[in-house]
């Protein structure tokens, strides 16, 4: 003879359903979440800190110079010297830019079409003495020098 009568055994059944139903419930909604958690995340392949800090300090330096080249005005060179240790390139009126790149240490600038149709790149780093600049079009390439001149006397750093 049994130990447990039929109402006492239903009642386990019953008990024993459910707690398994809420069981696999709460592990289900638990692996989706964790799922979600591990989904890769699109984004871009290099890691850039555009414009971001990188210390607590800040350089007390010169204006970030802009160069803006015009294809309409048929400069044939551009040169400027600066005391930055970046600078900007804004183009207009051109034909489709490839590629910008700094052929004295060969740093790669980023660039970023505009509404009006020109391009505007990233700051472009700049060795001490002379950079050239090469810009790649679909169908031709031009170069800007850019100096740098260090100043000796921007050696202060302004606390954030």
Do not use: Y
């Not at 386990?12 to 979600?36: D, E, P, R």
């Not at 804004?90 to 009006?116: E, M, R, T, W, Y």
């Not at 060795?127 to 100043?151: A, C, F, H, M, Y």
């Amino acid at each position: 003879m049994s130990k447990w009568s039929r109402d006492e055994k239903k009642a386990f059944n019953v008990l024993a359903g459910w707690s398994t139903g809420l069981i696999l419930l709460i592990t289900g909604a638990n692996a989706f979440l964790i799922m979600n958690s591990f989904r890769k995340i699109e984004g871009p392949t290099e890691t850039r800190n555009i414009a971001s800090l990188q210390s607590q300090t800040l350089l007390i330096g010169p204006e970030v110079p802009v160069l803006h080249l015009d294809c309409q005005q048929n400069k044939p060179s551009i040169h400027i010297t600066t005391q930055s240790s970046s600078a900007r390139i804004h183009i207009q009126n051109c034909p489709k830019v490839k590629a910008l790149k700094n052929k004295s240490n060969q740093g790669l600038a980023h660039l970023f079409p505009l509404d009006n149709g020109g391009w505007t790149s990233d700051f472009i780093q700049l060795n001490e003495g002379p950079n050239s600049i090469q810009v790649d079009w679909e169908d031709g390439q031009q170069l800007l020098e850019i100096t740098r001149k260090k100043d000796p006397s921007l050696t202060a750093n302004k606390e954030l």
